[in-house]
């Protein structure tokens, strides 16, 4: 594996729980979409994931995961650009959970938020489990497991990648040393040529002694670039520039995914909990439907009554579909009461339409056809577990139980 697409490397999971919406689609799967032009990625479903919430009701999960694929390919995301898997056919993230449980202290999963509020937020359910708990670490092994550099997550995400970014420095920390490493980093070196031994060291320098980030991005850059240098002694030398040991688990960032303008049919966030969502797959005439009677402006009880769009949710919909001319017809026709809603909403039921036809016609070829849905997930798992395998060789050197 080169050290220049690990650093890239783009890794993201979906819990799988039920049917896909345009929340999903305007706030998730048109950002992997374009991701997976620009890097190397893996997109998986977390099915483990989703049983830590829904293990007394299973039979969800086994139907949303086929049904969460489908949805992925119909929204765009290729199988020839993109890995996609079930976390679950790939073992190796269990491995390196229970690997990571080891030097994880207890009060790092205590203190993430979602433990306590999800907890609350879910009341109904019975969370005190262990599972829960680790909920988090085994997402930071899903991660750590593909050395993934980026992670594509919504805010509320964002603490389960900074946790996993305090594992992996903690397991650098501690199996990151070894007998020489000066040593070898000096020897390491070398290897490079003379000329860009002399730059690297030099940006080693001003980033250590003057904390000069730039000189460390110019460097880690530099380091990628070398082809004579073994994974090993990358490794070494990405640490000896940031003056730890060698850096067995890069840490990944969490590429924050702009928080999606969908709204849903009642002007809330569009969540299968509140019963407003469009579904990618509903059919035509019941997205009109919804749309039509979707709630307004409430001060518009009549149709010569004006009303206000920033009071309405439909007008929350145009800023996501329409363009300035539909948006300005809307404001002055809404404020003086000379559109109906019925046609304020027209322009929106075409365009949910147009753009959900291409999917759902896509969507369509995929349920005729599961086997190559499964046969695409066959290979992503298989290629996911080249590299998951890959690493857990390396942890598992590092922490003295290979047994070579
Ligand atoms: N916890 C994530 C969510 O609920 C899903 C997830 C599991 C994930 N493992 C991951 C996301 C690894 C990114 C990377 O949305
Ligand atoms: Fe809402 Fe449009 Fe009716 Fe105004 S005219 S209340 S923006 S649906």
Redesign the pocket.
Known sequence: MNTVTARQRVLSGMRPTGLLHLGHYHGVLKNWVNLQHEHECFFFVADWHALTTHYEDPRIIEQSVWDMVIDWLAAGISPGAAKMFIQSRVPEHAELHTLLSMITPLGWLERVPTYKDQQEQLKEKDLATYGFLGYPLLQSADILIYKAGLVPVGEDQVAHVELTREVARRFNHLYGREPGFEDKAENAVKKMGKKNARMFKELRRKYQEQGDDDSLSVAQALLDTQQNISIGDKERLYGYLEGSGRIILPEPQSLLTPASKMPGLDGQKMSKSYANTIALRDDPDEITQKLRTMP??PA?VRRNDP?D?DK?P??QFHLVYSDDVTREW?QE??RNAG?G?VE??QPIIDSVLKELKPIQERAREYENDLSTVKSIIEDGNEAAREVARDTLDDVRKAMGIAYL
């Open positions: 307004t402006d518009r009303g769009p309405c439909v007008w809307v026709g809404c559109i809603c304020c909403k």
